[in-house]
Structures are given as structure tokens and as C-alpha cells.
């Protein structure tokens, strides 16, 4: 059964640091591109960061460049969003999304999705 299960959500304080993780089952992650993406209460759906795993290239959203990174361990088969320098404007869920087609994935199309992790920044 193919699964992405995300964790690591959570409250925080302004200025404070959380890593998400995004567990792949039923595949291996080494052979797709793979995304972040979070949704805020009441707004859309926006992409965070995204990787490419036929040339490492990334995509990071304006609003987390610098603060966030995206990584991935083939062995765990796992995907990381290391997120600092949190803000209130970060408070969403967040969701892992992998697919086949980059371009796909840039516009917010996975193949699978995970339910999501929430998270919450405090001031």
C-alpha cells in the first residue's frame, strides 16, 4: 500500500524551529520528486518547497528562502523540511506530495499525498 505519512508538527514560538518529517511506504522515494506544500485557514493551497530527484535542483517558495530546507535520507526513506526562523504566517498544515512529473509537482499536482501535519507559530 503506497503511504506518505507526515510528522513533526506542532506548536512553537516565534523564531523557534521545527524539522518535518515525511515517511514513504508501498515505494521508494529516490525515484520520484517530492514536495512540501501547506494550507493556512481560509487560504489556498501554496507550495514550499519542492526537489527534483533527476537533478537535485530545488524550489523554495519566496516567503521560507533561507529559512527552510528541504532534504531527503534514500536509506529511511524519508523527506525532511527543516524549518527556522518560524513566523506566525507559517502556521498551516502541512503536507508532503510526490510525483512523477516535476513540472507536475510545481504546480501543486501530486500522485500521493499524506494527510498532513500541523503546524502552529505563537508570537
Known amino acids: 500500500q503506497v503511504q506518505l505519512v507526515e510528522s513533526g508538527g506542532g506548536l512553537v514560538q516565534l523564531g523557534g524551529s521545527l524539522r518535518l518529517s515525511c515517511a514513504a511506504s508501498g515505494f521508494t522515494l529516490g525515484y520520484w520528486h517530492i514536495g512540501w506544500f501547506r494550507q493556512a485557514p481560509g487560504k489556498e493551497r501554496e507550495g514550499v518547497s519542492c526537489?527534483?530527484?533527476?537533478?537535485?535542483?530545488?524550489y523554495y517558495a519566496d516567503s521560507v528562502k533561507g529559512r527552510f530546507t528541504i532534504s531527503r535520507d534514500y536509506a529511511k526513506n524519508t523527506v525532511y523540511l527543516q524549518m527556522n526562523s518560524l513566523k506566525p504566517e507559517d502556521t498551516a498544515v502541512y503536507y508532503c506530495?510526490?510525483?512523477?512529473?516535476?513540472?507536475?509537482?510545481?504546480?501543486?499536482?501530486?500522485?500521493?499525498w499524506g494527510k498532513g501535519t500541523l503546524v502552529t507559530v505563537s508570537s
Open positions: 526537489f527534483s530527484s533527476s537533478d537535485g535542483s530545488t
Open positions: 506530495a510526490a510525483a512523477q512529473v516535476y513540472s507536475d509537482l510545481l504546480r501543486g499536482r501530486g500522485d500521493y
